[in-house]
């Protein structure tokens, strides 16, 4: 699924990363707890998220998620822009909370990281 | 390689600061050119005892050496110390504050994480006479 479509699904705004519209997204995930993201790899993987904070960005940098979507229409701070800019990182905001955001992606064929690890 | 060592500050409780000289470590992991899946365990583990020092911890260094043996992350604080190691070891053992909790943190998974990810973790620590938690990961002969 692209980044394009994710954004379509979502009726998400992109904040960070027009340029890269067309990168294809092998998995999803959808946590608050940065712990649980910083287990395994997460390459390929778009990240939904209700924590509005600078650690989303930074622990998405390091765990090399490939893109971060706020749920429930949460707006970034202005310095999380600028983390997200300065790393590449993909950020959007959906107004839709976890829950639908994530049935929404998984609808249309958006599967967990589980189901990328075992393919 | 490039023979490395550099040292870096972490302040306690600087929530916004917190984690970015993990990020620095990665950015001069992928200078080098290590590959990408080393690069990915050795930035989870700093990040994960860097965001220690900032919740627990007191003020702290973090020095990363590099050289051909491998990686050596070494992170020290001034901090309370950790009173049980093996509990802090334990999954889903944890002394984080609520505040700490509603910043995604807290789970009780640093420590176990830092073992997953490592080859090896040195943990040195006594109430009252803060924390040294050395994390190694060796170079193999097929390059890591």
Redesign the interface.
């Known amino acids: 699924m692209t980044l394009s479509e994710i954004k379509e699904l979502l009726k998400a705004d992109l904040i960070v990363g027009e340029h890269k519209l067309e990168m294809v997204l092998q998995a999803g995930a959808g946590s608050?707890?940065?712990?649980?993201l910083?287990?395994g790899?997460k390459?390929g993987v778009v990240v939904l998220s209700g924590?509005n904070?600078?650690?989303?960005i930074?622990?998405a940098?390091?765990?090399?998620v490939a893109a971060v979507v706020l749920v429930r229409g949460k707006r970034p701070e202005p310095?999380m822009i600028a983390q997200a800019r300065a790393?590449d990182l993909p950020l959007l905001s959906t107004p839709f909370t976890m829950f639908t955001a994530c049935g929404r992606l998984f609808r249309q064929g958006l599967r967990g990281v589980e189901q990328k690890l075992s393919e | 390689m490039p023979h490395l060592t550099k040292s870096f500050a972490i302040k306690a409780r600087d929530?916004?600061r917190?984690?970015?000289v993990?990020?620095q470590i990665?950015g001069l992991l992928k200078t080098i050119g290590f590959d990408?899946?080393l690069i990915?365990r050795a930035?989870?583990c700093a990040?994960?005892a860097e965001m220690n020092v900032v919740m627990h911890g007191g003020d702290g260094t973090v020095t990363l050496t590099v050289d051909t043996d491998g990686i050596v992350i070494d992170v020290k604080d001034e901090g309370p110390g950790i009173e049980n190691i093996e509990l802090a070891l334990q999954e889903g053992y944890s002394t984080a504050s609520e505040e700490q909790r509603e910043?995604?943190?807290g789970?009780g998974?640093?420590l176990p994480?830092i073992q997953?990810n490592a080859d090896g973790l040195e943990i040195e620590s006594e109430k009252g006479e803060g924390a040294h938690v050395k994390i190694v990961f060796k170079l193999r002969s097929n390059g890591g």
């Open positions: 608050d707890l940065m712990s649980d910083l287990r790899p390459d924590l904070t600078l650690q989303v930074r622990t940098v390091i765990a090399g310095e790393h | 929530y916004i917190g984690g970015d993990s990020i990665q990408a899946a990915r930035s989870v990040y994960e910043l995604g943190f789970a998974m640093g994480n997953k």
